[in-house]
């Protein structure tokens, strides 16, 4: 619901900036306004060149989050704690002898999957390797694509502003820092009372409730293959933890080799990877948008009026709507995005961080994953409607 809300005011705001941009260039000259557009378009296409750099960045911040969890998975499965462990086999663990071998050898690797899966499921609970590696590469990349997404909502902001000039472009954009910025949550009055994040992450990690391990069956059959069926199964039934014990040393050798363990610990981070995809998509998408409006409003072929007539009922519409939407958005769908249970502030004055036209901003703290972060969190005194619930979206917005 909250990605449908998200999306549905994105679309309002587009159709709402590109409206006014027509009807703010309308109010100065042609020569004005290509003078403006040719600036605006000269810092945009500074932004399109370096996106390939931006791009090769995430995907080397990708892989060295791969690497380490590699290594680090396979210095926990190579441990002799481990290894002692996983070949000690009592007789009620290892599975009875079937009819035959096949069907037999099917039960034993059964058996060795789900205890390498309640191996690393338990590394994963004590370490939360991949669940904290999930949570570096959502800030990251968050971070990342909304430096970008900023520099565009900043030349956007030029093209409806009375400057002439374009803003400058940053010149650390390829040499950024990952300070996360202040949480900031937004509660509404008394009666409302709810809280919004300040960040909106292009996309959610599934935290590791339990590890669903797939570990492929690398697995001994070379052994298996040279005796047969009925040896096989007589030399299991003799001693079958000394066998266990024997095939799963070879089992977990094999399976903890760099190139299937890399292969496994990609697949734990199959969203990350969804997520590199859409931004590779996102961020040209947004450039060759903005490119194609700021070409159209360098050609004035319609007088001041025809444009005002046409766009100005669209601005004031779509500003009613989406202000409806917000006033929606704020009560019903970001209400739960933060508990009160792990959020903590006073409203008192040694808290106040400051005060605006529509509410204060104290300081607090929320506990996440057993971690205490300082947040700042805004607190409106007004009674919501679509007027300041439009002003509190946008302020969210420029947090992210």
């Not at 390939?52 to 002799?80: F, G, M, W």
């Not at 954009?173 to 910025?181: E, F, L, P, R, S």
């Not at 959610?204 to 009925?230: C, E, R």
Request: charged share 25%.
């Amino acid at each position: 619901m909250f990605s449908c809300f998200r999306w549905l005011d994105y679309l309002l705001s587009r159709i709402i900036y590109q409206a006014n941009a027509f009807v703010m260039t309308a109010s100065i000259s042609s020569e004005e306004v290509f003078y403006k557009m040719r600036r605006i378009l000269d810092r945009l296409a500074v932004i399109e060149k370096q996106q390939p750099q931006v791009l090769k960045h995430l995907h080397a911040y990708l892989e060295n989050r791969i690497d380490n969890t590699v290594h680090q998975l396979e210095a926990y499965l190579s441990s002799s704690n481990v290894k002692a462990s996983f070949t000690s086999w009592s007789s009620d663990k290892v599975p009875e002898a079937e009819s035959t071998w096949q069907v037999t050898e099917n039960h034993i690797r059964k058996v060795q999957e789900s205890r390498l899966q309640e191996f690393i499921q338990q590394w994963e609970e004590d370490n939360r390797v991949f669940g904290n590696a999930r949570e570096s590469l959502l800030q990251h990349f968050q971070l990342r694509y909304n430096f970008v997404e900023e520099q565009l909502r900043n030349l956007q902001s030029a093209v409806i502003s009375d400057d002439l000039d374009a803003p400058e472009n940053d010149p650390s954009v390829g040499d950024w820092t990952t300070t996360q910025k202040a949480l900031v949550g937004v509660t509404i009055g008394v009666t409302v009372g709810v809280a919004i994040a300040a960040t909106s992450p292009i996309w959610v990690p599934h935290y590791l409730a339990t590890l669903a391990v797939s570990a492929p069956i690398y697995g001994a059959k070379a052994l298996y293959d040279k005796v047969g069926d009925i040896r096989k199964i007589k030399k299991y039934e003799e001693d079958k933890c000394a066998f266990m014990a024997e095939i799963s040393a070879d089992y977990l050798a094999e399976s903890i080799e760099e190139e299937k363990l890399r292969e496994y610990v990609q697949d734990q981070f199959k969203e990350a990877v969804v997520c590199l995809k859409q931004i590779e998509a996102r961020l040209p998408e947004l450039i060759q948008a903005d490119k194609l409006l700021y070409q159209q409003l360098t050609d004035k072929t319609r007088s001041k009026k025809e444009i005002q007539d046409l766009y100005q009922p669209i601005v004031d519409e779509g500003s009613k709507l989406r202000g409806q939407l917000a006033v929606f958005g704020i009560s019903e769908v970001r209400a739960v995005d933060i508990s009160t249970e792990v959020l903590e502030w006073k409203e008192d004055s040694s808290s106040q961080l400051g005060r605006g036209a529509i509410g204060a901003v104290y300081q607090g703290t929320m506990r996440t994953h057993g971690e205490v972060q300082t947040v700042a969190l805004k607190v409106c005194n007004e009674v919501l409607q679509a007027k300041n619930a439009s002003k509190i979206m946008a302020e969210v917005e420029l947090l992210r």
